[in-house]
Nanobody
Framework: QVQLVESGGGLVQAGGSLSVSCAAS??????MGWFRQAPGKEREFVAV???????YSVESVKGRFTIYRDNAKNTVYLQMNNLTPEDTAVYYC?????????????????WGQGTQVTVSS
């Protein structure tokens, strides 16, 4: 059983930066993703990182968000820079066993509890 514990997030002004992290038991065998859900909207893919470290992110965050992992610390991070109010959402960490990191939420078996990120204008 994989346990995911998120931390970070909070309130920041537009243009600011935040980092969220996800502690995952047994990280080295997992591919990971960050998803977000804004009020009244469906959960959407933000960024994923494969077991080998390959990454992919949604177009709207490219150049601003970076996903990376530290297997020694069993932690995955999402560094978010130049935030905009449109980035306001609950951010969820997700995990799946295997090499590949798909962008569809339904492909992930384990989910964290979510952490709120709020960007004020």
């Amino acid at each position: 059983q994989v346990q995911l514990v998120e931390s970070g997030g909070g309130l920041v002004q537009a243009g600011g930066s935040l980092s969220v992290s996800c502690a995952a038991s047994g990280l080295s065998r997992l591919s990971m993703g960050w998803f977000r859900q804004a009020p009244g909207k469906e959960r959407e893919f933000v960024a994923v990182i494969s077991r080998s470290g390959g990454t992919y992110s949604v177009e709207s965050v490219k150049g601003r968000f970076t996903i990376y992992r530290d297997n020694a610390k069993n932690t995955v991070y999402l560094q978010m820079n130049n935030l905009t109010p449109e980035d306001t959402a609950v951010y969820y960490c997700a995990a799946r066993d295997g090499r590949f990191a798909p962008t569809q939420a339904r492909e992930y078996d384990y989910w964290g509890q979510g952490t709120q990120v709020t960007v004020s204008s």
